[in-house]
């Protein structure tokens, strides 16, 4: 475990951020209906309370995808029967 001044490192998450402009098109957005499952899956994620999960991660070393965002990837891909081992 890694201690900083007596403190526990906290975890650092690799950035995420859906409404990122890009050059072509304007937003990542653009690609995906409004009416897609993904949009769906996405909402009662970010709703629902991970801090269980959170907890979990350990700080130092490099940085993670955040738990949130596996989430939502490992239910989208079993909605598409998308399973991986």
Known sequence: MFYFHGM?????????HQSQLSLLPP???DFVPQNHPVR???AI????DISSIEVT???????SYHPRAL????IYAYLRNLYSS
């Not at 526990?8 to 995420?16: G, S």
Request: proline share 3%.
């Open 8 to 16: 526990k490192a906290k975890p650092v998450w690799k950035t995420d």
């Open 27 to 29: 937003s990542y957005d």
């Open 40 to 42: 769906i899956v996405n």
């Open 45 to 48: 994620v970010n709703r629902i």
């Open 57 to 63: 991660y350990k700080g130092g070393g490099t940085s």
């Open 71 to 74: 989430l939502k990837i490992l």
